[in-house]
């Protein structure tokens, strides 16, 4: 039902390089030589759809020529591109467990439905369904005055990465086997990017004039009668009774794609959803792309990476999980499929810039694998846990985790228990316990409490939740009947020291 051009441009048959159709542009008016008929701009600034949905987000302050502009409206020059994307709007689902999201065509859900997670397994997380909205271009509204120096910042949201919404192929023949663990295939596929304003709560939109603003903004103005955001000398307000709540904003494109599928046994868990699964998953992602931009001699950028759990029944037991790279080029470029045959050798390179950082950083640094690109995510890199984890894709082997790390981590945790000054309750560092019919082995932390029950606690590696990280301490326990172990996860305490030594509490019963 949509014109002949712009159906072969979004099905990627026309190269989108040469139509750039995915740009959005954000206008300043110029009030004093505006009509109704006639908007005339100040400056109209474009970025690429995907970039713009970070950049121009609404409440975003944009600085142009000395003077800070904030981003109030989507607004086209063309009144009818904003209608018709109202028109063409679709529900959206995001799992806030494991991140997974996709849109549906209007009738397949109803809007604040929700649903089991078809990714993680989750149940009732994937949703509450909202409107997802490609916006044609945004706007400073014309009744706010430009600042120099802005007083209050607010709240920033960024667009999600790009998502994979295909279903994982089921059919063996159709990927490349690179080992036992790893297998990957090329792909030509639509990837979802959206912005699902602060807190993830949406944007309040008003469809008749196209002002917008966050949902949760403590002072709205959509509900009431309001100003248009554009020049209108005849009707300058607009009544406010066409107000959407909640909504998405997105876009959709078409690109080269290099899906990776990762297997891994037990005692390693990918869990979806949890923080030790996404620090090695995202490190992994950041590094592969690194190292294929190294590999194709391309620029930073022109590949971006992304991981999301198998859409298996694996998948949502933590056995499998899917990395993907893609082209950032709308339409794509053809960098990723020239992937398919150095699979190997990608992930040797991956490993080598994880283990060779030149600052030897504690976990992540920019001589490594920090960017200003990833900037929001600098807390989700840990180069150790990316190389443990590459290792085992590679060997089959789960290698022993840093010695000292692992020492400096279990201080951390005993220092906090001893400040916490727990009633009733002792804790002794580097402990040397008698074990019935056995004698004496040393434990990294022991608590003695009140009763008489003894307590050993040990940190487990990053992906083997459950298993104390060094293994000496598994035979020492297996000769222990009456000795209770607490294992805490090594990422969690240098992630979140209170949520450890709280999750220790609570297994002491203190």
């Known amino acids: 039902s949509g014109k002949l051009l712009d159906r072969l441009l979004y099905r990627g048959v026309l190269p989108r390089y040469a139509f750039p159709t995915d740009v959005a542009t954000f206008h300043v008016f110029d009030e004093a030589r505006s009509s109704r008929f006639r908007p005339i701009m100040r400056f109209a600034p474009s970025q690429g759809l995907p970039i713009a949905l970070s950049q121009y987000a609404p409440g975003k302050q944009i600085w142009i020529s000395g003077k800070c502009y904030s981003s109030g409206a989507v607004y086209s020059v063309m009144a009818d591109e904003r209608y018709r994307a109202w028109e063409n709007k679709r529900p959206y689902c995001e799992c806030s467990a494991c991140g997974f999201a996709r849109t549906f065509e209007i009738g397949e859900i109803a809007r604040g439905d929700k649903r089991d997670c078809p990714a993680c397994g989750a149940e009732n997380t994937f949703g509450e369904a909202k409107y997802w909205l490609r916006p044609p271009g945004f706007a400073h509204p014309i009744d706010v005055e430009e600042v120099t120096s802005p007083d209050d910042m607010p709240e920033t949201s960024y667009a999600t990465r790009a998502k994979l919404t295909m279903q994982t192929p089921s059919d063996d023949a159709e990927w490349t086997a690179i080992n036992d663990r790893i297998r990957m295939l090329k792909e030509r596929k639509h990837l979802l990017v959206s912005n699902t304003g602060p807190k993830r709560d949406g944007y309040s939109y008003c469809v008749k004039c196209g002002r917008i603003e966050a949902s949760n903004d403590p002072t709205p103005l959509l509900t009431a009668p309001h100003r248009k955001p554009y020049p209108d000398e005849k009707q300058p307000m607009c009544e406010g009774a ?269």
């Open 242 to 510: 066409g107000t959407t709540r909640h909504i998405v904003l997105g876009t959709d494109f078409i690109t080269d794609i290099a899906l990776f599928s990762v297997s891994v046994d037990l005692p390693l868990r990918l869990r979806p959803g949890q923080y030790p699964t996404d620090v090695a998953l995202r490190t992994v992602s950041e590094a592969l792309a690194k190292a294929a931009c190294q590999l194709l001699e391309i620029e930073p950028g022109e590949l971006m990476a992304e991981y999301r759990p198998s859409l298996t029944t694996e998948g949502r037991e933590g056995l499998k999980a899917e990395i993907f790279l893609y082209d950032t080029l709308p339409g794509g470029a053809g960098f990723s499929s020239q992937l398919v045959g150095c699979g190997k050798e990608l992930f040797e390179r991956a490993l080598k810039l994880m283990r060779t950082c030149p600052e030897n950083c504690d976990a992540s640094c920019y001589r490594c694998l920090r960017s200003f690109k990833n900037k929001i995510e600098h807390r989700l890199l840990d180069r150790h846990v990316g190389a443990a984890l590459i290792d085992y894709l590679l060997t089959g082997h789960l290698p022993e985790f840093d010695a000292q790390r692992l020492q400096q981590s279990t201080n951390l945790l005993f220092n906090d228990l001893l400040r916490q000054g727990l009633a009733g309750v002792t804790f002794e560092a580097n402990a040397q316990i008698i074990i019935k019919d056995v004698g004496k082995r040393t434990v990294p932390i022991v608590a003695l409490v009140g009763d008489g029950a003894r307590f050993v606690i040990a940190l487990s590696g990053p992906l083997t939740n459950d298993y104390p990280a060094a293994p000496s301490l598994n035979t020492v326990l297996a000769e222990a009947d009456d000795l209770e172990t607490i294992v805490i996860n090594e990422l969690l305490v240098r992630g979140n020291l209170p949520a450890a030594t709280r999750e220790v509490r609570q297994r002491l019963g203190v």
